[in-house]
């Protein structure tokens, strides 16, 4: 009955995969200078003379499809990890409170430096905006995990992260309020996310952390199936629940904690795409979910940026995050009412 | 096959059962008796390694439940609790197969024998005409039954289940617990469940093991039915049990 067959969900597979290449392809081709297909296959061999193409597809547009490419999945993989574990299809990768311990980072680095007189401080900016976002994703996550050691209920977890985001995103409103006008812009840009501000240096501490990440959840697929049907059923199946915990918390932060730090906050993507990747390949099975759910992230991240460059071209420069949004909330209301429909 | 050496139990501060000793054998379909909140369920988590024991060993063929590894303890004791398992997407045969998770790889792929087992669990409880089904479409009656294949899938000599009727309209009731009843008898298995259906347990369960505060009594359930436990355990203003007719009857 309604399972789709094997043959079906491997066309499934291949379609995706093929429309994140065409997608990949097209964010090098569009962009406010017209890059022919033929010219970025020359530059990709090392044929070609011209050290503006170079640069333009090297160096501006091959590390944009990356981190599009890499945030997708990251984003996509840690949200299903966090539904699977909270059995809540609401959870996101940011429930944990990655995002508001990120954007903590950012607002002490960019508004209150400032005010103490630390802004020119060296050591304090060789950080950047990036190293303080993941350290304040890092540091605000080991305290819920260190708060959940004690706490057997998986949704008292959910309430102390949810309590601690609204507490962080109290002071951050406080920051606000009293940074300058200047700061407050660098804070604001960051909030809006961008796939294109990552340098190449950058891609060299983003793609591996986040293949460290994805390995992860690649290891957590069979102690997610086993949390499907909750703790107590996991643990009587022999699973170890506080080291699949701490491994799910561990891989979310690598994933969407970079990826926060590098980009921004990215609304949606790890909401939405595993919802997506549930209804097309009409599964609960991680085996196939999670490979799935990877695949629809990069598939609607890429969707994203080569929307922002279209607009591009005539002049708008949108924030992805807007983007995002405007294409993963349809999906949530979708599946919000479709539950209700279900009770 | 299971056997509880002087335990003591306890939620909180508060000494729900004090110095328990009972052996429960295959073959043998046992129910677990007592008023609410005497600690019926804390004893089943105790037996599944989900809850601590205060004091005292539980033994599992032998060998005390703490020294077990949790693969150890998966493949000789299977849980079966109340809580409904509402999983958007999941058919009844990927819920089952999970129930493989103690013998399968690191990925839970199902080899050739997996997927016998899986499909003789299914029919075994009954419900192989629902495998397709996903388990957000089941009525409490499937659900239930599906969640006993998948402990069937366990491949375990014991089956404990927590109020496994509660939810179940009457007839259903009697069914899930002759299905209970056959599985101890034909696979050999040791179920032990908890209930408040007092008929029910004393019509189909081979033994009965009642929690009487502090103590745990087991005794084969002719015995019990004489041996005035349930009587004094039961009794309140306005309702008594008849140990004759077997049945709890209002006071006039």
Redesign the interface.
């Known amino acids: 009955?309604?399972?789709p067959s094997n043959i079906a969900r491997s066309l499934l597979f291949v379609a995706l995969t093929a429309g994140a290449v065409a997608l990949a392809i097209a964010d090098l081709l569009i962009g406010t200078t017209s890059v022919s297909i033929g010219q970025v296959w020359s530059v990709l061999c090392g044929a070609t003379e011209d050290a503006s193409l170079e640069t333009i597809v090297l160096r501006m547009r091959l590390p944009k499809v990356l981190v599009a490419l890499f945030a997708g999945m990251a984003l996509s993989a840690s949200g299903l990890q966090m539904q699977t574990l909270f059995?809540n299809?609401l959870a996101g990768p940011y429930v944990l409170g990655v995002n508001s311990g990120a954007s903590l980072g950012v607002a002490l680095f960019t508004l209150a430096t400032p005010m103490m007189g630390l802004a020119s401080a060296s050591w304090l900016h060789s950080f950047g905006v990036t190293g303080v976002a993941w350290i304040g994703s890092a540091a605000i996550l080991l305290l819920v995990m260190s708060l959940s050691r004690r706490v057997r209920n998986i949704n008292t977890i959910l309430i102390i992260g949810m309590m601690l985001s609204s507490a962080i995103s109290a002071l951050v409103g406080i920051l606000q309020y009293m940074g300058t006008e200047e700061s407050l812009k660098a804070f604001v840009v960051w909030t809006m996310g961008s796939v294109s501000t990552v340098t190449i240096d950058e891609l060299w501490v983003l793609i591996p952390v986040v293949v460290v990440g994805l390995v992860l959840a690649i290891?957590v697929?069979?102690p997610l199936?086993?949390l499907?049907?909750?703790e107590?059923?996991a643990?009587?199946?022999?699973?170890?629940v506080a080291r699949s915990r701490a491994i799910i918390f561990i891989s979310t932060t690598l994933l969407a904690g970079t990826v926060t730090a590098f980009c921004g906050p990215i609304g949606f993507i790890g909401l939405a795409m595993p919802h997506l990747a549930?209804i097309t390949f009409?599964?609960?099975?991680h085996?196939v979910l999670m490979p799935a759910a990877m695949l629809w992230g990069a598939v609607s991240m890429l969707f994203c940026t080569v929307a922002c460059d279209v607009v591009a071209r005539q002049g708008v420069m949108l924030p992805v995050n807007t983007i995002t949004s405007l294409l993963g909330i349809p999906v949530i209301i979708y599946v919000v009412l479709r539950?209700s429909h279900?009770q | 096959m299971i056997e509880l050496r002087d335990i003591t139990l306890a939620f909180g501060s508060r000494v729900l059962i004090a110095d328990a000793t009972a052996t429960f054998r295959r073959g043998e379909l046992v129910a677990l008796l007592g008023r609410n909140g005497t600690g019926k369920s804390t004893l089943l988590r105790a037996i599944s390694a989900l809850g601590a024991v205060q004091r005292g060993d539980i033994l599992v063929n032998g060998s005390p439940i703490g020294s077990m590894s949790p693969r150890e303890l998966a493949r000789s004791i299977a849980f079966v609790n109340t809580e409904r398992v509402d999983v958007e997407a999941l058919t009844a045969y990927d819920l089952v197969a999970i129930g493989r998770a103690p013998y399968t790889d690191w990925m839970g792929r199902l080899g050739a024998e997996d997927r016998d087992i899986v499909e003789r669990s299914l029919r075994l409880a009954g419900v192989e005409s629902l495998a397709c089904r996903t388990v957000d479409t089941l009525s409490d009656g499937e659900c239930q039954r599906v969640m006993i294949a998948r402990a069937l899938a366990q491949q375990t000599d014991a089956i404990l289940l927590d109020e496994p009727t509660s939810f179940l309209d009457l007839p259903n009731r009697y069914e899930l617990c002759t299905l209970l009843r056959d599985l101890a008898h034909r696979e050999n298995k040791c179920v032990l469940f908890s209930t408040h259906e007092l008929d029910i347990a004393l019509s189909l369960a081979d033994s009965i093991a009642l929690v009487d505060t502090p103590r745990l009594v087991h005794l084969p359930t002719a015995e019990m039915i004489t041996s005035g436990h349930i009587e004094r355990l039961f009794d309140s203003d306005h309702v008594k049990f008849d140990a004759a007719t077997r049945a709890i009857t209002l006071r006039r």
Do not use: C, F, H
């Open positions: 009955m309604n399972q059995r299809p290891v697929i069979k199936n086993m499907l049907l909750g107590s059923y643990r009587t199946m022999g699973l170890n549930r009409r599964t609960a099975d085996r539950n279900r």
